[in-house]
Each structure stands twice: as structure tokens, then as C-alpha cells.
């Protein structure tokens, strides 16, 4: 009898399972990367042309041409740093943007103005993550099973549900929204088996986070984060920006400025390589060297250490006891950056892996395991909420449920009860932030718990859940205990987006999908619809007289009815009908082909035809 396989102790059963394919996103304000991985471990996707970055930048060109990265970059209408606008309303945005938005009526996410009408950040996102998608799609060759997408660890819950609807816009499965410092922990923890007090330090074009995680045997754990969200590496361009004004005595006219930003950037990338670096502007001709750019960009690089040392503190952590520190994002890049981040830390920092890529690279493992790839993976991530959530009470005042850094998933429970005699309705009000008063938080929801028994004042006891999920979701549950009558929300923040526009917003892009293609078979279609009538005219206007009256009168026929639906704009029609003059003028050739070959023999010599 043949021997049984047991599997040994620790050791996987055989996968029955057939590969999943998922995919990790890292959509940044700057730039947005798509990897994935397989048994070797996370590999990023790059572009047709060896790019790994995508610029997070979309141009509507018109209602069919949307351009997204590269290609839209240099281009004046351009929208960038969207992620800025993700879930905040209008008054939220204090950031100098190059494009106009349009408040919403509600004090809701603003429209961005756009050549193909008004957009929200939501699909200017959903093109980005759309085009990531596609990239993932061609180089896997296969559909996408499920992505999971990263968010800065301090997006709220508006933030956070704006990324999942952008997702669903671009009709991807989110596995999980990840927090990018975890992500970037994930992709050093796993091979480098990272233990201890970490910091994630992540300095990118316009925002600087900063993330003290705890990492034991595969736990991995936010303690604290903070971080700058107006500050990065388009802080040292305008510092170059200013520099070379001042050296060359011009000002710059508004439209030269992305000229100048251009230029400074190409400068600091340089002086990151080099200890000088040449730079022409306007005729004037300079250089800058390392110690005058370090002047230029250190108050910037301390602003950066003051939000450490609030984390460190948050925690109640002394720089000693950080055992590692991982730096993230192109602006650290720079050695200045590395020095100073060094010094603060007093220790060597981890950057073996590309901090371009980090985020994606983790987030892409995560993918990997969640889809199912890697059922056996112990990998257990805990991140916390970045605000406090809570419900109002009697005077306009906030009572916090779920305390801000708490590990998530978490479920917290508070009893609270009636104000009035009789009272059978009670209004729930649901808040975020540190504040004290209704009015300096942010409303996430209101509802209300009906059919309570009538009692005297204080005597209902109403138990309130709040419950926030792996993606920093919440859902609030209301029940009044001895009667059991519940009341529920899941938090639809105020700064989402509706049910029904997102519905729309996929409709749309399905819809104009499927327009797109029609349009294209349509055009296709024309076209050889148009060869073939010339072909036939020409035909026709040389060897007519090779065929019988009836048959020129068919092919004549035929060829007006092929013309008459040029116009229509019925892709079958037309299709239907260049295939009927096709089969009439196989005919035709052929006998103008004989007589061609006639005609070439006809009159020489042998010898000369033979030639
Ligand atoms: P984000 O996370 O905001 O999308 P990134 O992590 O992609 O941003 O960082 C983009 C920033 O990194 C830009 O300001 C870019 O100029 C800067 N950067 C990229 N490469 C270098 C380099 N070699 N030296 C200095 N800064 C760099
Ligand atoms: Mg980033």
C-alpha cells in the first residue's frame, strides 16, 4: 500500500488554492507606485519605459482623453497633490492650488474645475489608482483578485472612506486600506526580522509623517504618529527658487515659475549626488554648493525632528531607546537629510530599500498574504485610530469612546442614559477629534434610537458600541438594554461622498468605457469602409466595361448603400455592408487581374516577360 504524505508540524498542507493576484498601491500626493509579489518576495511594477513612479497628476483633456502621470505633467491644466483634497471640505484647504475648485453647497469635498466639467478628488483619484491597475493587469497578466491601498497614518475616517470609494470608482476589490509606515515596517520587517521600537521617518514632496511602531514576532503596532502635512521636499525647490531669484536679480513672472520650480528641483536632485551643482536660469549662470544649500533647507530638516521629538514624547520614549529608524520618501534622499535624521536618532538608518519604494513594496506583501497567497503567514498588523471618536452629550460637550492612538480593530462600549421624564427618543450624535466641544470637532453622523421604554430621567440605561475596523472604518451601535430595541449607523462621514454619487461615478466610468470602445470600433470600421469604396471607385473609373450591366449595376448598387452608411454611426450597418461590396469586388478583381496578366503578355516577346 502506498504511503500517506503528513505534512511535517509548522509546515503548510499543499496550496489547493489556485494563485491569487493582488497588488499593492501606494497613492501619494507626489508620486504612486503599483507592486506585487510572488514566492521570491515584492517586486514594483514599472511602466512600458522602466518608470516606477507614476506622478499623481490627471489632465482632462476633453470628455474621452484623460491623461494621468507622465504624460500630463507638463501640461498647464494638470491637477496634482488631489490627495490633499481627499475627504476635506473647501475650508480644509488652505493649500495654494494651481487649479480652481468649486465649494460644495454642503461645506462637502470641493469640485475641482476641469475642461470635462466638474470632478471630484474622489475620480481624480480613481484615475490614478485606474492607471496603477492596468499597469499591475498587463505585467501579471491576469485580472486583479484585490489591491490594498495605503493612507498616511493620520487620515481620518472622511480621508479614509474618499480612498475606498476612489477604489471602487476604478473597480478594484480593496483588501484593506494599510497606513504608510506600517507599510514601510512590513516591507523591512519580514527579511530583515525588524524587532523593537521602530521609527518610520517619511519625508516626501509636500507632506513629512513621522511613525514610532512596535515590532515583536510578527506584531506590528503604531504607537504614535505625527508629522507636518505642509512640508517636504517643494520646500527645498522654492528655497533653491528663491536662492536663484536673488543671485540672478530677476523676479519671476507667474508664468515662468514652473520654469524655476523645474530647474530647482533638477538642482536639489543634483546636490544630492554632487557638492555643487551648475545652474542656468534666464541668461544668468551659477552655482550652488552643499554648505549654501544646507543653510537654505536645515530650518526645514529641524521642523522635521521637533515632530519627532512630539512623537518620541507621545509615547513617553526616549531617543535611546529607538532601535531602528526607516526612512521613506524621495526627499530623503538627500544626505543632508540622512545626517541630520542620524545624529537626532544617534544611529545608522535603514535605507537599503529604495524610499521610493517602500510603501508599495509593503503594501504589495500585505496584498499578497490577504488574497490568500500566504494563509500561514503569521503577520498581525495593529495600527491605531489618528483621532478621537466619540458622541455628544447634554450641554454640547464630547464624551470620547475610542480614545485617539488606540490599536484598531476595537470595539468600546459606554452605558449612558435618558435626560427627560418619559423620554423615548434619544439623538445620537457622532463626533471626531481631540476638542472638548461639539462645535470644535468633526460631525461624522447623527441618528436616532426610537421606541424607548418611558421611564423616569436616568433610568434607561442605553449601551453605545463604537466599533472601528482594519481600515479604520467605524460603526456605531445604540441599544437600549432592557428592551432590547437597537438602533445602528455605519459612519458615512460628512465629507464623503454619497451612495448615489459614487453609483453614478462607476456608472460613468463603465458607461464611458464602453463608449469608448464603441467609439473606436466605429472609427475602425469608417475607415475600412472608406478603403474599400475607394478602391472599388478606382476599379471602376479604369475597368468597368469587364463586367456585365447586371453586375456593374450590383456592385454600383452595393457601393452607394456602403456610402449612405458612412454616416449613420452604426457600426454594423456599415460592417454588414463592406462585407457585401468586398464579396461583389472579389469577383471584379479577379477578372481585372486576368486581364492585367493579359495585358502584360500581350505585344512582347517572350523573353522580355521572363526578365
Ligand atoms: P509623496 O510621498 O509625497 O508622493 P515622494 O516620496 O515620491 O512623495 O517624494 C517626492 C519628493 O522627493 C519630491 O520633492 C522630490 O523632489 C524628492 N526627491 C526625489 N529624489 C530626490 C533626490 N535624489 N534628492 C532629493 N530629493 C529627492
Ligand atoms: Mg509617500
Known amino acids: 500500500m502506498a504511503l500517506l504524505n503528513i505534512a511535517e508540524p509548522g509546515q503548510s498542507p499543499i496550496r489547493t488554492q489556485p494563485h491569487k493576484h493582488a497588488l499593492g498601491i501606494d497613492l501619494g500626493t507626489t508620486n504612486s507606485l503599483v507592486a506585487s509579489a510572488n514566492s521570491e518576495g515584492p517586486f514594483i511594477i514599472a511602466d512600458e519605459n522602466g518608470e516606477a513612479l507614476l506622478p499623481s497628476v490627471v489632465a482632462y483633456q476633453n470628455q474621452e482623453e484623460i491623461l494621468v502621470g507622465q504624460e500630463a505633467y507638463k501640461l498647464s491644466d494638470a491637477i496634482s497633490s488631489v490627495k490633499r483634497l481627499m475627504g476635506r471640505g473647501h475650508a480644509d484647504v488652505a493649500h495654494k492650488l494651481a487649479y480652481k475648485l468649486i465649494p460644495a453647497d454642503d461645506g462637502g469635498m470641493p469640485l475641482i474645475e476641469t475642461s470635462a466639467g466638474p470632478k471630484s478628488p474622489v475620480e481624480v483619484s480613481a484615475e490614478i489608482l485606474g492607471k496603477l491597475a492596468k499597469r499591475g493587469q498587463a505585467k501579471l497578466d491576469a485580472e486583479i483578485d484585490g489591491v490594498v491601498i495605503t493612507v498616511p497614518a493620520y487620515f481620518d475616517e472622511a480621508q479614509r472612506q474618499a480612498t475606498k470609494d476612489a477604489a471602487r470608482i476604478a473597480g478594484l476589490n480593496v483588501l484593506r486600506l494599510l497606513s504608510e509606515p506600517t507599510a514601510a515596517a512590513v516591507a523591512y520587517g519580514l527579511d530583515k526580522k525588524l524587532q523593537g521600537n521602530v521609527i518610520i521617518y517619511d519625508l516626501g514632496g509636500g ?164 488574497v490568500g497567497n500566504k494563509y500561514d503567514n503569521e503577520l498581525l498588523l495593529l495600527d491605531v485610530n489618528p483621532l ?45 477629534g481631540e476638542r472638548e466641544l461639539v462645535e470644535d470637532c468633526r460631525s461624522l453622523a447623527r441618528f436616532e434610537l426610537r421606541d424607548i421604554p418611558p421611564m423616569v430621567a436616568g433610568g434607561a440605561r442605553i449601551r453605545v458600541t463604537f466599533q472601528v475596523d482594519a481600515d479604520g472604518l467605524l460603526s456605531v451601535e445604540a441599544e437600549e438594554m432592557s428592551s432590547g430595541v437597537k438602533s445602528s449607523v455605519v459612519v458615512k462621514p460628512s465629507f464623503g461622498l454619497e451612495d448615489q454619487a459614487i453609483e453614478q461615478m462607476i456608472r460613468d466610468s463603465h458607461s464611458q468605457a464602453e463608449h469608448d470602445r464603441d467609439m473606436r470600433a466605429l472609427k475602425e470600421n469608417q475607415v475600412e469602409a472608406l478603403r474599400i469604396i475607394e478602391a ?34 452604426d457600426t454594423d450597418l456599415i460592417k454588414q455592408r463592406s462585407e457585401s461590396l468586398n464579396e461583389l469586388s472579389t469577383e471584379f478583381a479577379a477578372r481585372r487581374m486576368d486581364t492585367e496578366i493579359r495585358k502584360a503578355f500581350k505585344g512582347k516577346k517572350i523573353e522580355e516577360v521572363d526578365r
Not at 442614559?417 to 471626531?432: A, E, N, P, R, W
Request: aromatic share 6%.
Open 207 to 370: 507632506t513629512f509623517d513621522v511613525s514610532l511602531m512596535r515590532l515583536e514576532k510578527g506584531v506590528f503596532e503604531v504607537l504614535a504618529t505625527g508629522g507636518d502635512t505642509a512640508l517636504g521636499g517643494d520646500d527645498f525647490d522654492r528655497a533653491i527658487a528663491r536662492w536663484i531669484e536673488e543671485q540672478s536679480g530677476q523676479e519671476t513672472s507667474q508664468q515662468n515659475l514652473s520654469g524655476l520650480n523645474a530647474i530647482a528641483r533638477e538642482t536639489k536632485h543634483a546636490l544630492s549626488e554632487h557638492s555643487e551643482a551648475e545652474i542656468t536660469f534666464n541668461g544668468w549662470s551659477g552655482k550652488l554648493d552643499r554648505q549654501t544649500y544646507y543653510s537654505l533647507i536645515d530650518s526645514f530638516i529641524d521642523q522635521t525632528l521637533k515632530a519627532c521629538r512630539r512623537v518620541l514624547r507621545d509615547a513617553g520614549m526616549k531617543n535611546e531607546e529607538i532601535t531602528d529608524v526607516v526612512m521613506v520618501g524621495g526627499s530623503t534622499r538627500s544626505p543632508r537629510v540622512q545626517e541630520k535624521v542620524s545624529d537626532f536618532f544617534k544611529q545608522e538608518l535603514l535605507n537599503e530599500l529604495d524610499p521610493d519604494q517602500v510603501v508599495a513594496l509593503g503594501a504589495a506583501i500585505q496584498a499578497d498574504i490577504l
Open 388 to 432: 478621537s471618536l466619540g458622541i455628544e452629550t447634554m450641554g454640547g460637550l464630547v464624551e470620547k469612546i475610542i480614545p485617539r492612538n488606540t490599536t484598531i480593530p476595537v470595539s468600546r462600549a459606554q452605558e449612558f442614559t435618558t435626560f427627560k421624564d418619559g423620554q423615548t427618543v434619544m439623538s445620537l450624535h457622532v463626533l471626531q
Open 536 to 569: 472599388t471607385e478606382s476599379a471602376l473609373a479604369n475597368d468597368a466595361d469587364l463586367l456585365e450591366t447586371k453586375e456593374l449595376k450590383a456592385l454600383q448598387e452595393s457601393l452607394q448603400l456602403l456610402r449612405d452608411s458612412l454616416e449613420s454611426a
